[in-house]
């Protein structure tokens, strides 16, 4: 069985990935798609040398925030330390941003693996190519199920059913306004999020206008790329973009079906995680070890401090109508 965790950013799916990952018989797949090239990562089919070069290569909204002194919860690359081949100067290949870090204490060797076992692989559809590779990655790491879990994930839900069309996917949500507020103070989501919509955001001129952002630039601290990512962008914008995603997953939800795509909430996870995790067990035809559902529940800490109630009355009344088509949308996922 293929088995996805799909959800927008900053919904609290690193938990749930992490939860899953202590059951012996699963790896969790930290964040492999949704840094991969979007015009290259569902293709028809991935000859060997295109699934090299599209493994291989780096995230360039993570790499610019990264060389201005900005970093997320979600980049466990271990720079610094001895023997590391990374520096936060150096373009940095996204599987080595989450994915390979959480699997392996040398990320380095993983890549170096990936990679050569991506350079023997004769042409094939992406979602066979990908299958092979998280089998792959199983084996390796003494499991027999994956479940790859990326942030922002839902965005494109329809796009992996295609890939895996008898794959199930659990769909996490956080409270839509909570989630925005979150997004809103991640720095390495207010770059393409400013970009995506072209935000006014200095003097009268968009984005665009300005010059847009050059990713690969040296870093100045006074470049936008720099200003963009020290700034708070009105929240009824994260608030958009929320809704914009999830919106796009109801649609894939319905086409796959309540059998196969089913919904759970962020607040239940925290609140009852011994039952949640049951269900989500159920449902992912997973063992519901009673040692894996303790050390899993005990990775709670309760729930994210709330950011709502610190906004101004006209802040949070934008918000919250930005947010009003993705609440709806989400009500559509469990009808069939």
């Not at 927008?8 to 018989?25: E, I, N, V």
């Not at 790329?225 to 914009?244: C, E, H, N, Q, T």
């Not at 795509?261 to 995680?273: M, Q, T």
Request: proline share 7%; with cysteine.
């Amino acid at each position: 069985m293929d088995r996805f965790v799909v959800g927008s950013g900053r919904c609290g799916s690193t938990l749930l990935s992490r939860m899953l990952d202590a059951h012996p018989d699963v790896v969790s797949i930290f964040e492999f798609f949704t840094g991969l090239d979007v015009m290259r990562r569902f293709s028809a089919e991935l000859d060997a040398s295109t699934l090299v070069s599209l493994l291989g290569a780096e995230q360039g909204f993570v790499t610019a925030a990264l060389r201005r002194g900005h970093t997320a919860e979600e980049i466990v690359y271990p720079f610094g330390e001895p023997g590391m081949r990374y520096g936060r100067e150096d373009p940095l290949p996204w599987l080595c941003v989450a994915m390979a870090p959480r699997m392996s204490r040398d990320p380095d060797t993983l890549f170096d693996e990936i990679l050569a076992w991506a350079a023997q692989r004769p042409p094939a559809p992406a979602g066979v190519q990908y299958r092979a590779l998280f089998d792959w990655l199983a084996q390796k790491q003494g499991t027999t199920h994956w479940i790859e879990r990326s942030g922002s994930s839902v965005d494109y839900a329809e796009s992996l059913a295609a890939c895996f069309p008898e794959a199930r996917f659990l769909h996490l949500h956080r409270s839509g306004p909570e989630t925005a507020l979150s997004m809103r103070e991640h720095g390495i989501y207010r770059l393409p999020i400013a970009m995506l919509y072209d935000v006014e955001f200095e003097a009268g001129k968009t984005i665009s206008q300005s010059g847009g952002f050059d990713l690969g630039a040296p870093a100045r601290e006074d470049d936008l790329i720099a200003r963009v990512l020290r700034a708070k962008l009105p929240p009824g914008l994260f608030g958009r973009y929320w809704s914009d995603q999830v919106t796009r997953g109801a649609v894939a939800a319905q086409r796959v079906g309540p059998d196969r795509f089913v919904s759970i909430r962020f607040e239940d996870l925290i609140d009852r995680p011994a039952d949640t995790l049951r269900e989500i067990a159920g449902f992912f035809a997973l063992e519901p070890r009673e040692d894996w559902i303790e050390a899993a529940a005990g990775l709670v800490r309760g729930r994210p401090r709330p950011r709502l109630p610190a906004l101004s009355t006209v802040e949070r009344s934008v918000l919250e109508e930005a947010c009003a088509p993705g609440a709806a949308a989400i009500e559509d996922f469990s009808q069939p």
